[in-house]
């Protein structure tokens, strides 16, 4: 993994903090050598702030801590990225990003719940049951994406709009166990939509 140049002891690189979980860009600061190492090693974002001339953790007093999950550096090693965990609102205007965006975005969650399937997928069957699920093997889950598919069609007759969507939420969950049971991704099925649209508008 590359590693950030600071060439003198007073060099500041400019640091992108984006949401791990939605992919929206919370705010931009700035990192001398021992803030860089402080945040890469305790896992808490922290800046040097220009202002304060000092180093400054992102939540030091209002406790909305910025947790790292992932740090990237660019192709020149003079800009980080910076994926996070926000703990609460980014801004101190008491907006959720700098660029008052709004921070949600349930898609990316996709991703998460697939990473958190694979995790389960070696697990002991007794104590997850997602790792029962692979347990069972392939066709116990195409069963079971069957099942769900059937109780949705059965709910989407009627008009409780919780239970439709609880069907809907345990269909897609499942859909996600085959895809990885195949080891595929549920980015691999948008690419085929994708790829579908783009013949249609041509």
């Known amino acids: 993994m590359n590693t950030p140049i600071f060439k003198t002891a007073e060099t500041l690189l400019p640091v992108i903090v984006q949401d791990f979980y939605t992919q929206k860009v919370l705010m931009l600061g700035y990192m001398n050598e021992e803030a860089y190492q402080k945040t890469h090693t305790e896992g808490?974002?922290?800046?040097?702030?220009?202002?304060?001339?000092?180093?400054?953790t992102k939540g030091e007093t209002s406790g909305n801590f910025l947790k790292v999950k992932e740090i990237r550096i660019d192709c020149d090693q003079d800009t980080i990225l910076i994926k996070a965990e926000p703990q609460g609102v980014v801004?101190?205007?008491?907006?959720?990003?700098?660029?008052?965006e709004q921070n949600k975005s349930n898609l990316h969650f996709l991703e998460y719940l697939q990473n958190i399937i694979r995790e389960r997928k070696n697990q002991i069957p007794e104590t997850s049951y997602t790792a029962s699920l692979f347990a069972k093997g392939?066709?116990?889950?195409?069963?079971?994406?069957?099942?769900?598919?059937?109780?949705?069609?059965?709910?989407?007759?009627?008009?409780?709009?919780?239970?439709?969507?609880?069907?809907?939420?345990?269909?897609?969950?499942?859909?996600?166990?085959?895809?990885?049971?195949?080891?595929?991704?549920?980015?691999?099925?948008?690419?085929v939509l994708e790829k579908r649209h783009l013949k249609k508008t041509q």
Request: proline share 0%; charged share 25%; hydrophobic share 45%.
């Open 44 to 56: 808490i974002v922290t800046f040097f702030s220009r202002s304060k001339q000092r180093l400054w």
């Open 138 to 191: 392939i066709n116990k889950i195409a069963q079971k994406v069957g099942e769900e598919a059937v109780e949705l069609i059965i709910e989407a007759k009627d008009t409780n709009q919780d239970l439709f969507l609880g069907e809907a939420a345990d269909l897609l969950f499942h859909f996600l166990v085959l895809l990885e049971a195949k080891n595929l991704s549920f980015s691999q099925v948008i690419e």
């Open 91 to 100: 801004c101190h205007t008491g907006a959720d990003t700098c660029f008052d």
